[in-house]
């Protein structure tokens, strides 16, 4: 599978990424599975069901010929994606969902906070510039990917400070926390603000899957994003994370992480570290 889906290496990557880059995986357990793509600027999963597939999080339209074969190496056809699913409004985790979702004419699935900002053609908030060095020092732990050119031509509309996220494809109505995911048996979204105030996180309770966007990266060995735009409602999103039986974590950036006890095992980074 390495050979198939080589995960970039960008050496700045390797030099201040503890972890390292993400490499490319399949996860199965207790009727779930779970593909992992690593993309330009963030990770991209599949969740594979008896007869369909969503897509969570593409970040550069760049992505979608690397995601089309994620799913002929699956043995899928396009024709059983059901959904496109961003995780939250910011760019290297949606530029490319637009040009997905209507290349495969899927509709995009959001939750109620993403549902409405898109609705009202506004942009989402953003943390305040207190914090955003933050992800001026993640950068390099993502190997300071450029961005195509396509990217800069449309995609800057999608999940930035001043764009409004214009989708042409079509939006599924909005789910709300609890709500299961259409198509995907076992699978339901839960909201999770914090790192944004519009996150979600997707949970399979019964294999212990969570894919968590940007709630959890793993760039120093697993850690709650310290780039927030809600302290309060953030605490509460890692409370509520904490009391759920969850045995795997999908984030958006960096290597899987497992284990019996792991959302407990997550650092909370003391506020000078990137």
């Given amino acids: 599978m390495a050979q198939a889906f080589p995960a970039p290496r960008p050496i700045l990557a390797r030099l201040t990424s503890r972890s390292g880059p993400p490499p490319a995986g399949v996860h199965q357990r207790d009727g779930a599975l779970v593909m992992a793509v690593p993309n330009r600027y963030s990770v991209t999963y599949l969740l594979v069901g008896p007869e369909t597939v969503g897509i969570v999080d593409v970040g550069s339209a760049a992505d979608v010929p690397r995601i089309l074969h994620a799913l002929e190496w699956l ?20 530029m ?3 040009p997905l979702a209507r290349a495969l004419d899927v509709p995009v699935v959001l939750g109620p906070v993403a549902h409405r900002t898109v609705q009202r053609g506004r942009a989402p908030r953003f943390p305040d510039h207190r914090h955003r060095w933050h992800a001026w020092a993640g950068w390099p732990m993502q190997g300071l990917p450029f961005l ?28 709300a926390d609890g709500d299961p995911l259409p198509g995907l048996p076992g699978w339901c979204l839960l909201e999770t603000p914090g790192h944004s105030e519009d996150a979600v996180c997707l949970f ?15 760039f120093l060995g697993g850690e709650w994003n310290p780039l927030w735009v809600d302290a309060e409602g953030f605490a509460r999103t890692r409370e509520r994370l904490a009391g759920l039986p969850i045995r795997t974590l999908f984030p958006g950036h960096g290597p899987v992480l497992e284990g019996p006890d792991v959302v407990r095992q997550v650092r909370l980074l003391p506020p000078y570290l990137p």
């Fill in 75 to 94: 043995g899928r056809p396009a024709s059983q994606v059901c959904a496109v699913i961003p995780t939250h409004l910011h760019f290297d985790h949606v």
């Fill in 96 to 98: 490319g969902i637009d």
């Fill in 148 to 175: 195509p050119e396509r990217d800069w031509r449309q995609g800057l509309a999608f999940g930035t400070p001043w764009g409004t996220n214009p989708f042409r494809a079509r939006l599924a109505p909005p789910l």
């Fill in 204 to 218: 399979h309770e019964q294999s212990g899957f969570l894919v968590c966007g940007d709630t959890v990266r793993n």
